[in-house]
Every structure is written in C-alpha cells, then in structure tokens.
C-alpha cells in the first residue's frame, strides 16, 4: 500500500467533542445505531488488532486492522471489503478528528482505492452524514431508507 495522496477525502464538521467522535467510530453500541447497515464492531482497539464489521445476519462486512492510533485524534486502518470475497483488494483508510472551538473536523482519507471506484466513496458519504445526525441529535437513515428530496 502506499503513502501518498489520497484517493478520496472526505471533511464533516460535527458538533461534538473528539472523544464522543471517537468512541461513535471504535465502539460497537454507537456503531449499530449510526451505521447505514447496522453493523456490529468486533475487535480489540490497539496497534495489530482488529476493526470488523459484521451484518445483523453474521456476515463480515468490512474487515480491517488496526495500523496506528493516537485517541481521541488519529485511527489508521486497513480497509477489506468482506463483499469481495476470500482474496479483497485491501486498501488503507485514516480518521483524523480536529477538536476546534464548538465543533470537530472528522477527517476521512482513504489510500489505494481501485480506479472508478465510487461505491466506496458514497457508504463513507453516508456514513459521515449518519454520525453527525446521531451525535447531533438527528435523523440516523439505514441501509434502502434513502429520502429523495
């Protein structure tokens, strides 16, 4: 994997502190109520360990470890798309929160990413808007709930 540039960023100013962030993205009981599939987070939160998501029906969704880690800042992961099989293309993603005044930067970097791949880019879209309307008090959608407007 490389270390360069990106190849999508995503930044959502939420309203929250870095340690409530952090916790809605490494714990498990915030991750099954702002997740747009309802994914349940299974791993343990150090340096080598892992950060999977599983289905409500057992299947692993994403699967990643654990590259470096700087809480409530910085969480680096491997990205393995559990939807790609047994060989997935693995990839890099990094979480960066920016506590500022009243609010906090999520930052989303993700490395690596297969070129035209937008599928990945819109379930981080989603994901980003489902966690600020959780920690902000809002409407969380789920997977198919999608309003047109």
């Known amino acids: 994997m490389s270390n360069g540039k990106p190849s999508f960023v995503l930044e959502t ?3 929250s502190t870095a340690q409530k962030i952090w916790d ?3 714990q498990s009981q915030h991750m099954q109520e702002y ?3 309802r ?3 299974r791993g343990e939160l150090k340096v080598g360990g892992r950060h999977d998501l599983y289905r409500p029906d057992g299947h692993m969704m994403l699967g990643g470890e ?3 880690m700087d809480p409530p800042k910085r ?3 491997t990205f393995e798309p559990g ?3 047994p060989d997935p293309t693995i990839t890099r993603c990094v979480y960066e929160i920016d506590e500022q005044e009243d609010a906090c930067v999520l930052t989303i970097l993700h490395y690596d990413l297969p070129e035209g791949e937008t599928g990945i880019a819109d379930g981080w879209r989603s994901i980003a808007e489902n966690l600020k309307a959780y920690l902000e008090g809002g409407e969380v959608k789920q997977l198919g709930t999608e309003e047109t407007a």
């Open 13 to 15: 100013r939420i309203e």
């Open 24 to 26: 809605a993205l490494t």
């Open 35 to 37: 997740h747009f599939a």
């Open 39 to 41: 994914a349940e987070l």
């Open 66 to 68: 654990i590259i470096a």
């Open 75 to 77: 969480l680096e992961t």
């Open 83 to 85: 939807w790609e099989g």
